[in-house]
T-cell receptor
Framework: DTGVSQDPRHKITKRGQNVTFRCDPI?????LYWYRQTLGQGPEFLTY????????KSRLLSDRFSAERPKGSFSTLEIQRTEQGDSAMYLC????????????FGPGTRLTVT | TQLLEQSPQFLSIQEGENLTVYCNSS?????LQWYRQEPGEGPVLLVT?????EVKKLKRLTFQFGDARKDSSLHITAAQPGDTGLYLC??????????????FGQGTILTVHP
């Protein structure tokens, strides 16, 4: 097993464009989390999936953001009409129910909105 | 909002020195974790503490969870340049759900000079 992977690692886009990021969790993990981290800060929780069900969304996740996990495996995070304030590192983590204390993070996708 | 405050925010020391990083909150956490993050990468889990008063040792690193489960500390003995990085504490709020939603501190940037 290769751990949590994210794609792309870096994304530069112009303001107003849509972007989509992908996260592939550790294969036997049924819980998946998205976090956002800005420079000089710790990660902030965005949303959580258990299998394919999205069970919680942070108020940070405006209506321009949508996340899916259609088959309970990989997940996508889409940002529509990007704004400069969306520039951040987007981190994905996964865990196995029952051991949710042990979250394993991917390398992140660094988004720059120009 | 359950906040975790880390101190100091920056720490610059010489190889061989000892250091302590603190993580404090007014809220009770059911568990607390420490992560280390390298630039451009996701956080890597170092340890999880769940019991008030718990002390865990990982080679030169000692982690402690406060008796009231509101604070934690990370102590590094004889720091080495390889310890350089961003150290993050993160906790699962005791009054929340039990699915592993983490609240992070803002991090401590540690630089160990040879």
């Amino acid at each position: 097993d290769t751990g949590v992977s994210q794609d792309p690692r870096h994304k530069i886009t112009k303001r107003g464009q849509n972007v989509t990021f992908r996260c592939d969790p550790i294969s036997e993990h049924n819980r998946l989390y998205w976090y956002r981290q800005t420079l000089g800060q710790g990660p902030e929780f965005l949303t959580y999936f258990q299998n394919e069900a999205q069970l919680e969304k942070s108020r940070l996740l405006s209506d321009r953001f949508s996340a899916e996990r259609p088959k309970g495996s990989f997940s996508t995070l889409e940002i529509q009409r990007t704004e400069q304030g969306d520039s951040a590192m987007y981190l994905c983590a996964s865990s196995q129910q029952g051991t949710s204390l042990e979250q394993y993070f991917g390398p992140g996708t660094r988004l720059t909105v120009t | 909002t359950q906040l975790l405050e880390q101190s100091p925010q920056f720490l610059s020391i010489q190889e061989g020195e000892n250091l302590t990083v603190y993580c404090n909150s007014s809220s009770v956490f059911s568990s607390l974790q420490w992560y280390r993050q390298e630039p451009g990468e996701g956080p890597v889990l170092l340890v999880t503490v769940v019991t008030g008063g718990e002390v865990k040792k990982l080679k030169r690193l000692t982690f402690q969870f406060g008796d009231a489960r509101k604070d934690s500390s990370l102590h590094i003995t004889a720091a080495q340049p390889g310890d350089t990085g961003l150290y993050l504490c993160a906790g699962e709020y005791a009054g929340g759900t039990s699915y592993g939603k983490l609240t992070f501190g803002q991090g401590t940037i540690l630089t160990v000079h040879p």
